[in-house]
C-alpha cells in the first residue's frame, strides 16, 4: 500500500524550472509583472520567464500548442476554448483568478454631449435617433463583450438586434472612438482611461458597476500541463499570491507597481495614466483589485460557471453544458488550496459565492441552466447569432 | 539549395479561383521594429502568391472596416501575421459567421496539429472558408510557410549582422581606450580584453562595454 503522505526527497520541486508565462500589456497584468521584478517566483524555486503579447488569439494559440506554459487569458476566453466556440475543444485550466475589477464602458464624446450619462440615457437616445450604433470590445467570448452585453441589456437594449458589436484591439479603441467609427466600448485600463485623457469618450460605468468584484483575468494554462507539472503550478501560484498580497499592502506598493508597468518591456504607457489606473480612485468608482484577504485571488467555481451562463445567454454556447462539472474540471481550487497554504493565505470556506449584479439580479452558482435561461434579453437561438455586416 | 527551393515552389499547381485576402499591417508609426518585420514578411508573402499564380483579391490594413470588407468580399482564404492585433477581429468573425458561409482555422478541423504548430511558428495564420479542401489550400499555405519562415531567416540574420556589427565597434572603442590609457599597441590592447574576458566569464563584448562604462564614468 502507498502511503500518500510520505515525503519523499525532492517530490515538491518544480518540474519545470523556467515558466514561460504569456501576457497582455494593461494594467492588471501587474501581479504577474512584479512577482518576476521582486524575485517571489525565485522564492518558490520557479523562474517566470514573461512574454509580451499582440491579441488573445496568437497567445491562444501559443498556449494550445504550448509555446506558453501559462497566461494572463480573459477568463471567458479560457471557458471558451474549453468548449470550443469557434474551433477545437481543449481542456484548460484555470490556476486562480488574477484580479478583479479594472475595466470600463465608454461611450462616444458626442453621445456624452447628447446628454447621455447611463444606460438608460443610452436607450432613450437611441430610440429618439435611430442609426446602426457600434460598440467595441476586445474578444467574442472574453470579458468585455460580457460586460458590455450585460450593461446594454441591463438598460434594455439588445445587444443582438439593436447593436452592433465589434472586436477591436484595446490600442484602437480611442482612436476609434475619436474618428467616430463607434459609439462606445469596453476594455481593459489603461485603453480606457486613455480615450478619456484625450477627451473622445466619456466614463458611463466602471465595470465594478456592472458586477461589483468580478473576476478579471485569470491564470490559465492547458489541464494537461497542470497534470504534469503540479509542483511547477503550485509554486506559480503561491508566488502570485504572494504578489497579490504585496499589490494589495499599500498605495507605495501601487505606485511602485505602476513605475515598473509604465516600461515600454511591459505595458508601455504613460505613467500617471498608469498611476490612475492602480492607484484608489473615488470611493463609488472601486478600482483594481488583486488579493481580496485571498478572496479576489480565489478560483471561485460560480465566477467560471459564470461565463458559460452568459455564452449559453447570448448563444455562443447552442446547449447547457454540465456547468458544474465543467468549472470544477476546468478550476484547480486543489492546487490553489496547497498554494495558498504554501503562501499563509486563506481559502474560503465554500466554493461558490454570491454576487448581487447591476439589475438586482443575485448569482450564487445554485442553478445555471435556470439562471442562465432567466434574460428577458438574450440570443439563445442559435438563428438569432449575429452576422457580420 | 536556394534554386532547388525555387523549383519546388514552380511546381505548386496554381488554383486562380481561390480568393485570397492577405490582412497587412497598416501604417507602421517610425521605430516599430516588430511592425517593421510584420510589414516586410506581408509584402514577401504577397510576392511569393503572386509568383506562384495565386490570386489575391485584396489586401486590407487591419482597421475597424476589416469585418465589413471581408463580408463583401467573401473569400474563401484569408492570411495574416501571427503577430497581427488583427487576430482577435478575425476570431470574431469566425465567431459571428458560424451559422453561414464560415471562415475557420483550417488545421483545428483536421488532425495535422504539426502544421498550425508550424505555421503559427513561422508566424502565419490562416482563416479558411469551411467546407474547402484541405488539399486545395495545402499549397498556398506551404508558400506562405516557406515566404514566413524565409523571411524570418533573413530578419535573424540581419539582426545577429547588426548586432555583431555594433560589438565590433564597441570592442575597437575599448581596444582604443586600453591603448590610450596603458600606452598599449593594438594588438597588446586586444590581449587584454580578451584575458579580462576569460578570467571574469564573460564575452567580449561585454567587458568591452563594461570597460567605455567605466571610462564614460570616470571622464
Redesign the interface.
Known amino acids: 500500500m502507498i502511503d500518500k503522505d510520505v515525503h519523499v526527497a525532492g517530490s515538491d520541486r518544480p518540474e519545470k524550472a523556467v515558466l514561460r508565462i504569456g501576457f497582455m500589456p494593461l494594467a492588471d497584468c501587474a501581479p504577474l509583472v512584479m512577482a518576476s521584478v521582486l524575485g517571489f517566483d525565485e522564492k518558490y524555486g520557479i523562474k517566470l520567464v514573461l512574454e509580451k503579447q499582440?491579441?488573445?488569439?496568437?497567445m491562444r494559440?501559443?498556449l494550445t500548442?504550448?509555446?506558453l506554459d501559462a497566461a494572463h487569458a480573459l477568463y471567458g476566453l479560457l471557458y471558451g476554448l474549453q468548449m470550443g466556440?469557434?474551433?477545437?475543444a481543449r481542456d484548460m485550466a484555470v490556476l486562480m483568478n488574477l484580479n478583479q475589477n479594472g475595466q470600463s464602458i465608454v461611450l462616444a464624446r458626442a453621445i456624452a454631449a447628447a446628454g447621455v450619462t447611463d444606460g438608460a440615457g443610452l436607450r432613450a437616445l437611441m430610440q429618439a435617433q435611430p442609426r446602426r450604433y457600434t460598440f467595441?470590445h476586445?474578444?467574442?467570448?472574453g470579458n468585455h463583450a460580457m460586460w458590455l452585453c450585460y450593461w446594454l441589456a441591463a438598460a434594455g437594449i439588445d445587444p443582438v438586434t439593436q447593436a452592433q458589436l465589434?472586436?477591436?484591439?484595446p490600442?484602437?479603441m480611442a482612436p476609434?472612438l475619436e474618428a467616430g467609427?463607434?459609439d462606445g466600448f469596453c476594455a481593459g485600463e489603461p485603453w480606457s482611461r486613455r480615450a478619456l485623457i484625450e477627451a473622445s469618450g466619456m466614463l458611463v460605468a466602471p465595470s465594478s458597476q456592472v458586477w461589483p468584484d468580478h473576476p478579471g483575468k485569470a491564470l490559465g494554462a492547458r489541464a494537461d500541463f497542470v497534470a504534469r507539472h503540479p509542483n511547477s503550478c503550485r509554486a506559480l501560484v503561491a508566488a502570485l499570491l504572494e504578489t497579490a498580497r504585496w499589490l494589495d499592502a499599500s498605495p507605495t506598493n501601487r505606485e511602485a507597481a505602476a513605475e515598473v508597468l509604465a516600461s515600454p518591456a511591459w505595458v508601455g504607457a504613460d505613467l500617471a495614466l498608469l498611476r490612475t489606473c492602480l492607484l484608489p480612485r473615488r470611493a463609488d468608482f472601486p478600482g483594481l483589485r488583486f488579493f481580496g484577504g485571498g478572496e479576489a485571488t480565489f478560483p471561485w467555481l460560480s465566477d467560471g460557471m459564470w461565463f458559460l451562463t452568459q455564452q449559453r445567454r447570448w448563444g455562443?454556447l447552442r446547449e447547457d453544458p454540465a456547468y458544474l462539472d465543467v468549472a470544477c474540471a476546468v478550476n484547480q481550487i486543489g492546487l490553489y488550496r496547497e498554494a495558498a497554504a504554501l503562501a499563509g493565505v486563506d481559502v474560503p470556506a465554500t466554493f461558490t459565492r454570491s454576487s448581487r449584479l447591476m439589475d438586482g439580479r443575485v448569482w450564487d452558482g445554485s442553478d445555471p441552466v435556470a439562471y442562465a435561461a432567466s434574460f428577458a434579453i438574450h440570443g439563445r437561438d442559435?438563428?438569432r447569432?449575429?452576422?457580420?455586416? | 539549395m536556394k534554386a532547388i527551393m525555387k523549383r519546388e515552389e514552380k511546381r505548386v499547381d496554381p488554383s486562380p479561383s481561390l480568393r485570397i485576402v492577405v490582412v497587412t499591417c497598416g501604417d507602421v508609426p517610425a521605430g516599430d521594429a516588430a511592425l517593421a518585420a510584420q510589414a516586410c514578411r506581408s509584402a514577401a508573402l504577397r510576392v511569393g502568391l503572386l509568383e506562384s499564380g495565386y490570386d489575391i483579391v485584396a489586401s486590407l490594413p487591419p482597421d475597424i472596416f476589416l469585418p465589413e470588407r471581408i463580408a463583401q468580399l467573401q473569400p474563401d482564404l484569408i492570411i495574416v501575421d501571427s503577430e497581427s492585433d488583427a487576430r482577435d477581429v478575425l476570431e470574431h468573425i469566425v465567431i459571428a459567421t458560424r451559422e453561414a458561409r464560415r471562415p475557420i482555422v483550417l488545421f483545428t478541423e483536421d488532425d495535422s496539429a504539426a502544421t498550425m504548430e508550424a505555421a503559427v511558428a513561422a508566424g502565419v495564420s490562416a482563416y479558411i472558408v469551411a467546407g474547402l479542401r484541405a488539399e486545395r489550400v495545402r499549397p498556398v499555405l506551404d508558400v506562405a510557410l516557406a515566404r514566413f519562415k524565409r523571411e524570418q531567416k533573413l530578419l535573424g540574420e540581419l539582426a545577429d549582422t547588426r548586432q555583431k556589427l555594433a560589438e565590433r565597434k564597441t570592442i575597437d572603442r575599448a581596444k582604443g581606450v586600453l591603448m590610450a590609457r596603458h600606452s598599449l599597441t593594438e594588438d597588446e590592447a586586444y590581449g587584454r580584453l580578451r584575458s579580462l574576458a576569460m578570467n571574469k566569464n564573460m564575452r567580449l563584448a561585454e567587458i568591452a562595454q563594461r570597460i567605455l562604462d567605466v571610462e564614460d564614468l570616470l571622464g
Not at chain 1, 499582440?54 to 496568437?58: F, K, N, V
Not at chain 1, 466556440?85 to 477545437?88: M, P, R, V, Y
Not at chain 1, 465589434?166 to 484591439?169: D, L, Q, R
Not at chain 1, 447569432?385 to 455586416?389: D, H, L, P
Open positions: 499582440h491579441s488573445w488569439s496568437a494559440d501559443r500548442n504550448g509555446e466556440i469557434g474551433g477545437a467595441g476586445t474578444f467574442p467570448t465589434v472586436t477591436v484591439p490600442a484602437q476609434n467609427h463607434m455562443l442559435a438563428a447569432t449575429e452576422q457580420v455586416r
